[in-house]
């Protein structure tokens, strides 16, 4: 029978833990990944379209992209079928925390 697999991001992770469990017997791989700073179009909904507040999330830092994470998926979905990577936690080499970050004074 061939695999399934789920991806999940971060803010779900007891809830994938949960489903890697309840899916074990069926052969379904559930991944948690939980993504850093990634600059994505969030941004601008989340200041009501004003780009300038938007870029300066993301000024100075070399954040991820969508592409970024659609690799690691696509990864991860194409892993053999015994391997399953439960939780993978990528951010930008410039943030080591969600507080912690170090921004090049550009």
Do not use: W
Request: charged share 25%.
């Amino acid at each position: 029978m061939k695999e399934k697999i789920i991806m999940i991001t971060g803010a779900t992770a007891g809830f994938g833990k949960a489903m890697r469990i309840d899916l074990l017997k069926h052969n379904i791989k559930v991944t948690n990944i939980a993504p850093g700073m990634a600059e994505t179009e969030f941004s601008l909904v989340r200041f009501k379209g004003d780009k300038e507040k938007a870029a300066a999330v993301y000024k100075g830092i070399d954040a991820l992209t969508g592409d970024d994470i659609a690799e690691l998926i696509f990864y991860c979905a194409t892993l053999p079928a015994h391997v399953c990577i439960n939780d993978l936690v990528i951010t930008p080499a410039a943030q080591a925390g969600v507080n912690h970050n170090y921004r090049r004074q550009d």
